[in-house]
């Protein structure tokens, strides 16, 4: 069946423009997570989602980062004002509420230039 | 802060059981040990997890020791497929995972 998807898979912007990040969950995933991964390093939880509940936000660096999950299925990961630290790859990953598997999707290569 | 330490890179032959180290010596009781692999330019693909007894799927072993503050994941007969990095990361119960740096394992023939 299909995994969890993520678009784009590459993104460049400039300095100070605004991304969106798309995560397409596994349908009937209840949870989904956002992971920040720079290069050659293990990857940094942002934030999870339980249905529409953002229940942990520690993650996230700044308050330039803001994710949303409106339906309780696609979430949306927005970073406002970028900077070139913000340049990584961010993976979403989901899993069943009652397991601890979690899927990851290929990820968003973000560069800002 | 990554609360795990592994050896940065380890070898071994194809078709040979790989051992991979774990410590997590402040892991607290309600923590679980999960095992992901990373292939170049994918996704974490999970492996394994435990939280006291030693557990088995199809993918590998895991053994956690009686004091919970290292495991060691086992691979049975690794393949080149095998060769990614391999992170040990403990876990809430709801799947928060701190990530560390990994062990780089190279599969070779």
């Known amino acids: 069946g299909a995994g969890v998807s993520q678009s784009p898979r590459y993104k460049v912007a400039k300095r100070g423009q605004d991304v969106a990040l798309r995560c397409d969950p596994i349908s009937g995933h209840v949870s989904l997570f956002w992971y920040q991964q720079a290069l050659g390093q293990g990857p940094e939880f942002l934030t999870y989602f339980q249905n529409e509940a953002q229940l942990d936000k520690s993650g996230l660096p700044s308050d330039r980062f803001f994710a949303e999950r409106p339906e309780g299925s696609v979430s949306t990961l927005k970073i406002q004002r970028t900077q070139q630290e913000d340049s990584a790859v961010y993976l979403c990953a989901s899993s069943l509420a009652t397991v601890h598997e979690q899927y990851f999707g290929p990820g968003t290569r973000l560069t800002v230039t | ?109």
């Not at chain 2, 007894?53 to 495991?71: F, G, V």
């Open chain 2, 1 to 109: 802060d990554a609360k795990t330490t592994q050896p940065t890179s380890m070898d071994c032959a194809e078709g040979r059981a790989a051992n991979l180290p774990c410590n997590h010596s402040t892991i607290s009781g309600n923590e679980y040990v999960y095992w992901y692999r990373q292939i170049h330019s994918q996704g974490p693909q999970y492996i394994i997890h435990g939280l006291k007894n030693n557990e088995t799927n199809e993918m590998a072993s895991l053994i956690i020791t009686e004091d919970r503050k290292s495991s060691t994941l086992i691979l049975p007969h690794a393949t080149l497929r095998d060769t990614a990095v391999y992170y040990c990361i403990e876990g809430t119960s709801y799947g928060k995972l701190t990530f560390g740096q990994g062990t780089i394992l190279t599969v070779h023939p």
